[in-house]
C-alpha cells in the first residue's frame, strides 16, 4: 500500500472528485450512482467552503454584516454565516 505524504485543501480536494467522474467507467455511472456521488459531492462542497474566513463588518453599533455576502448576522449567536456558511472571525 502507497505511504500518503503531505496534504492538500479541501478545495483540492473538491477539484480532484470533480475530475475523478471523467474518468469512471460508464458501466458504473447509473442514474443512482450519479445521484448519490452529486450529493456526497455537494456535501464536500459545502465543507470547503466552510474553510474560508469571512471577517465582519460594523456598520452601525451593534450590526455586524458578513464580509463574504453581506448579509446582517449576530456575530456572537453564529459560528458561521447562516446565509453563506463561510466561517466567521471574532
Known sequence: MREIKGKC????????FEVLLDYIS???????FCRKYEMALNRFRKEASKERICVT???DSGKYFC???GEQ??????QYCPYCGIEIFR
Open 9 to 16: 485543501s479541501n478545495v483540492e480536494a473538491v477539484h480532484f
Open 26 to 32: 460508464d458501466d458504473f455511472k447509473t442514474e443512482s
Open 57 to 59: 463588518r460594523e456598520i
Open 67 to 69: 464580509g463574504s455576502c
Open 73 to 78: 448576522i449576530d456575530k456572537e449567536e453564529y
